[in-house]
């Protein structure tokens, strides 16, 4: 088939539109950012080595040989892409909509929680394929063993058994599209939509499972799935004992086996803790589990660390909601003396919905010593609502007492934070969906390096504590 993926630079359209060209289909896509001029995209040059072409979001991807559209629920109605399919009479579908003919084609994993998704998803896949059951993978985020090891984006791979790992999206509610052969539910907070919405969502789709797995120690999925199968850091039937975490990893027993992990982050315990009750559920031993675990790094802007200097170190993360946000604040706590974050809201309405949750998020997890510096919300193009603002959340932390700055322009940002930063420092760059995170994450070390090289005394290259630097 001839398939046009409009917003192909999205992480889930980006990952079936490649699974399609692997299939050998002639696949086209259209982004907004391509429209904007931002060309310069790992992913764009990924999409183009499989003979993927791309255009602008401006209806000239589309012609009378493209036989079906994909649209994600960012497309608005009034997309020039859409409207051309539509005068053509192209048949268009949902992408949850042509990821659930995958789910229905495999025996599938589908990884469901409002957070903690795309790791545990790498988790599960890094297990099977090491346990040698060569699993295929649908996910939001790159796994950097795929990348490493297969030299592929990372988001999406084809195995060559039945056995299909995918992240199941609950944001836009296609999360009840699937009926998966095991479902895995890692929790369940107010996040893009209220509870009672989302657990709406969970049912229905638990309800579609051959086998569910549930995290015990979350009462939103326990009242809805009191019969399933459950997994916890404390409770359930699987989960871990002696948990030692530091700021590199953790250490943990399940039923008398070892696990070393080398990620951070108790959170990341509860993520592989759920991936070892999947992979046993799908008959793999604890012992191999540990082995594949063990060898674990994780997902492309998860904890990432883009460097050091001076004893600083830089670290680059997708956390953007609430309760994200205040796991990954409390693993930098671990490995640094105080944390520096800076964080850019992705989405008006998460703003617009949970600023009352950010508020409580922020003042729990900055601790006296630190700060925090506020931007604002990504804004890619299309349809937003008007008058919601991230000065909402600054305005709040500041009757709190919290440490925090907001400047509408992230680059005037960039100065504060290197002259704030002293040795021993982490620095937390955070934040989803915008493909120049990382870069900034890039330019902040480089003012670090800057700022702290003035800073230094010459004689010995040690910061303003050195003594003969204050003489």
């Known amino acids: 088939m001839k398939i046009h993926f409009i917003g192909i630079g999205g992480v889930g359209m980006s990952a079936l539109a490649q699974l399609h060209a692997m299939g050998k289909d002639e696949v086209t896509g259209s982004d907004r950012l391509i429209s904007k001029g931002y060309t310069d995209m790992a992913l764009w040059k990924y999409l183009k080595d499989l003979n993927i072409q791309l255009y602008p979001q401006d209806g000239s991807g589309i012609d009378e040989k493209t036989e079906l559209v994909v649209l994600s629920s960012a497309i608005e109605e009034d997309n020039p892409e859409l409207q051309k399919a539509r ?21 599938t994993i589908a990884v469901s929680g409002t957070s903690g998704k795309s790791t545990t998803t790498a988790m599960v896949y ?21 990348q490493k090891d297969q030299g592929v984006f990372g988001n999406v791979y084809k195995g060559e058994s039945d056995i299909l790992v995918i992240e199941a999206d609950e944001s836009d509610g296609s999360i009840v599209n699937y009926k998966p052969h095991l479902g895995l539910c890692l929790n369940l907070q107010k996040d893009h939509k209220e509870i009672d919405v989302l657990q709406g969502y969970f049912k229905q789709f638990i309800s579609h499972c051959k086998t569910a797995i549930i ?31 530091d700021g590199f990893g953790s250490d943990f027993t399940i039923q008398g086996q070892p696990f070393r992990l080398q990620i951070p982050g108790v959170h990341n315990v509860a993520n592989a803790t759920a991936a070892v009750a999947a992979a046993l559920e799908m008959g793999v031993d604890l012992e191999t589990c540990a082995k594949a675990l063990s060898r674990f790094t994780g997902i492309a802007r998860r904890f990432a660390s883009v460097g050091s200097f001076n004893k600083i170190e830089v670290v680059d993360d997708f956390a953007h909601n609430p309760h994200k946000l205040a796991a990954t604040i409390a693993a930098a706590h671990l490995r640094g003396k105080r944390v520096l974050a800076f964080y850019q809201p992705h989405a008006f309405t998460s703003i617009k919905l949970l600023s009352n949750e950010f508020i409580e998020s922020f003042s729990k997890s900055i601790g006296k010593d630190d700060h925090l510096w506020l931007t604002e919300v990504y804004y890619p193009g299309g349809t937003i609502p008007q008058g919601v603002s991230c000065r909402t959340i600054y305005e709040g932390l500041k009757g709190r007492g919290v440490n925090v700055s907001y400047n ?60 003969a630097y204050k003489k």
């Open 408 to 467: 509408e322009c992230r680059e005037k940002l960039l100065a504060q934070m290197a002259a704030a930063a002293q040795p021993g420092d982490i620095v937390l760059i955070l934040g989803a969906r915008d493909p120049t995170l990382t870069d900034f994450a890039r330019k902040l070390l480089s003012a670090l390096k800057e700022t702290q090289s003035s800073n230094m005394c010459k004689t010995c290259m040690l910061g303003n504590c050195c003594m």
């Open 87 to 107: 005068k053509l009479k192209i048949p268009t579908i949902h992408r949850s909509e042509l990821l659930a003919k995958h789910v229905a084609a495999h025996r």
């Open 215 to 245: 995290n015990a120690e979350e009462e939103n999925l326990r009242s809805i799935a009191p019969q399933a199968k459950t997994f916890g850091l404390s409770l359930g039937d699987i989960h871990p004992g002696e948990i030692k975490v």
């Open 126 to 146: 890094d297990i099977l394929a090491f346990a040698g059951l060569s699993p295929s993978v649908i996910t939001g985020a790159s796994i950097l063993s795929l």
